[in-house]
């Protein structure tokens, strides 16, 4: 009797240290091939400058994202010293996934290009709401609402009510300073959204055709 305590305690320690083992496993980090993405500016002139962005994607929480939308790939770099709240939130629902198979529900030229709703209709959002990062709301915020930024949206009558939707400004639009909370700012892909800004829209700003937000990874860059 006493041996098969025995044993099967030790059948019981095994199993302990195999879940372990596989929960640790689990959360370990996995980091993809080195990956380019080839991506226009302009210099002074006018003229187009050809620029190469490595990378690689990872299940590590990182200040970089790779945004895949139908019209190309946006990179963007956030900035939790300036928006920590809204940053941290992003990257939590990052984290999970969240952000898939979804569309841009908001497009407006010369101005923004909007998603993160789930529902596609601009009424939904996570179910965390946070505090908003801006002057208005009592919170220092010098991240201005220049071209390729990204803020979170939220509803006028509401400071704190921002979740998961946000924006990417199509050109600058500063008069938002002070009442959104601007988190980060793109570093490759502004032709992406160009392309997503210019599509035609109905009369609430909607595609005519769905703009697809296929996913948001983390990445690292990689030093050339």
């Known amino acids: 009797m006493k041996q098969n305590i025995i044993v099967f305690g030790s059948v019981v320690l095994v199993l302990v240290i195999v879940l372990i083992v ?3 496993g689990g959360n370990k ?10 991506y226009n500016t302009y210099d002074e002139s006018g003229q187009i400058v050809k620029n190469t962005l490595k990378y690689q994607e990872t299940t590590a ?5 790779k945004i895949d939308t139908s019209k190309g790939l946006i990179f963007v770099e956030l900035y939790p010293n300036i928006a920590p709240i809204t940053v941290k939130n992003f990257q939590s629902l990052v ?3 969240y952000y898939k198979d979804m569309i841009f529900h908001r497009v407006i030229k010369d101005f923004m290009i909007q998603t993160g709703d789930p529902t596609g209709t601009g009424q939904g959002g996570s179910p965390n709401k946070i505090k908003g990062e801006f002057a208005s709301n009592g919170v220092e915020n010098n991240l201005s ?6 803020s979170m949206a939220r509803t006028s009558s509401n400071k704190d009510s921002a979740s998961s939707q ?3 400004m199509h050109k600058d639009y500063l008069s938002l300073d002070g009442d959104y909370a601007a988190f980060g700012n793109t570093i490759a892909g502004l032709e992406v959204v160009d392309k997503i800004a210019t599509v035609k829209t109905n009369d609430n700003d909607k595609p005519l055709e769905d703009v697809k937000l296929n996913s948001i990874k983390f990445v690292y860059l990689v030093d050339e």
């Open 145 to 150: 609402h220049k071209r390729g930024i990204i």
């Open 95 to 97: 984290k999970s996934n």
């Open 22 to 24: 596989a929960l640790l």
């Open 29 to 38: 980090e996995t980091v993809s091939e080195v990956m380019e993405y080839v």
């Open 166 to 168: 946000f924006f990417i």
């Open 61 to 65: 929480v990182t200040d970089v994202v």
